[in-house]
């Protein structure tokens, strides 16, 4: 019963929404048959809206306040740095050492662990951005952020030292 209320609330709330612009549009025109046909059209929309799921996938919903543990790399700080130092060994070669002191990349850490929206900061031309990208983004998953108990995504920037 309570569904079903909540349904017709729904419906309600949408035919509302979906007959103003009609009133405020075509109310006054003289194609009977297209103010027919729109009616109608709102109608049955009003009455399948209400069916539809429109929520945003549980990966994307963000943590907008301060978790009460942040996202961890897998075995700490050590850890993290033993990754880095293996996989920039080859491209801190590469680079010169008076360009760039510290590299900062800003990157997701997921609800699931894994690594979205990954961006380098710094200021270097576009194969180290496109190498660093791709060393962060095969990185391990990560151990999320959580308040309260509850995993959320959250972002991180890392700063990185050649």
Not at 15 to 22: A, D, K, T, W
Not at 23 to 45: C, G, P
């Amino acid at each position: 019963m309570n569904d079903l209320f909540v349904y017709a609330l729904k419906s309600a709330v949408c035919l509302s929404v979906l007959y103003i612009p009609f009133y405020l549009l075509l109310r006054k025109e003289t194609f009977f048959r297209l103010n027919r046909m729109t009616l109608l059209s709102i109608l049955v929309a009003s009455l399948l809206m209400p069916l539809a799921d429109f929520t945003l996938p549980q990966q994307m919903l963000v943590c907008t306040i301060n978790p009460t543990f942040n996202a961890t790399f897998p075995g700490g700080e050590e850890a993290l740095e033993a990754y880095l130092n293996t996989q920039m060994g080859a491209l801190s070669a590469e680079l010169q050492s008076d360009t760039l002191e510290n590299l900062y990349v800003k990157f997701w850490v997921l609800k699931d662990g894994r690594l979205d929206f990954i961006e380098v900061l710094s200021a270097v031309d576009e194969t180290v951005t496109q190498r660093l990208t791709r060393i962060i983004s095969e990185m391990p998953r990560w151990n999320p952020a959580s308040h309260l108990g509850e995993k959320r995504a959250s972002e991180v920037i890392l700063p990185i030292k050649l």
